[in-house]
């Protein structure tokens, strides 16, 4: 099974709402990560968990929590989200082999977030 | 600032053609990978090169990598109109940054059947 899957596919919400979005891979995979991406743009990295732990934060605003509940689950929890971040939101995982760089990395087809 | 930066931004070509994608980057790497996205959906990995190769192919797709001009380069032959996507060039930071993944601006390809 070389799937990421995400859901939900499509949210709408509020700049009040607290939302969350998930991701899950069943490869093993002990690096998780998610991407932001706006129209016509590559994709950012937001976050990197590794083993379960948080090790790259790329100075995400406070109103993005992430969470790696275990292995194989990735949460994105939002809340007082902002028009300027209506995205689509991707997850990524891939195997962690000490001591070498970053390998493939499996893609899920994205949430499409929008914030009204 | 972008680590990879890809020309042309945009390739429109006749099904059977051929697609030509380049993508230049900065800082010293460790590997370099191509990915293709469809309209609105996930990325899909293509190719991984690695530093010490010079060429690498799959299927229909080419690879190649100058280190020395720190380039890389995408052919695509015989292109179908499935082809059709956006394609990115993608390095990693590594040392202490591992998983960091930075993705070039992207090439986006029309196949016209």
Known sequence: DTEVTQTPKHLVMGMTNKKSLKCEQHMGHRAMYWYKQKAKKPPELMFVYSYEKLSINESVPSRFSPECPNSSLLNLHLHALQPEDSALYLCASSSFITGTHTDTQYFGPGTRLTVL | ?113
């Open chain 2, 1 to 113: 600032s972008q680590q990879g930066e890809e020309d042309p931004q945009a390739l429109s070509i006749q099904e059977g053609e051929n697609a030509t994608m380049n993508c230049s980057y900065k800082t010293s790497i460790n590997n370099l990978q191509w990915y293709r996205q469809n309209s609105g959906r996930g990325l899909v990995h293509l190719i991984l090169i690695r530093s010490n190769e010079r060429e690498k192919h799959s299927g229909r797709l080419r690879v190649t990598l100058d280190t020395s001009k720190k380039s890389s380069s995408l052919l695509i032959t015989a292109s179908r109109a499935a082809d059709t996507a956006s394609y990115f060039c993608a390095t990693p930071a590594g040392g202490t940054s591992y998983g960091k993944l930075t993705f070039g601006q992207g090439t986006i390809l029309t196949v016209h059947p």
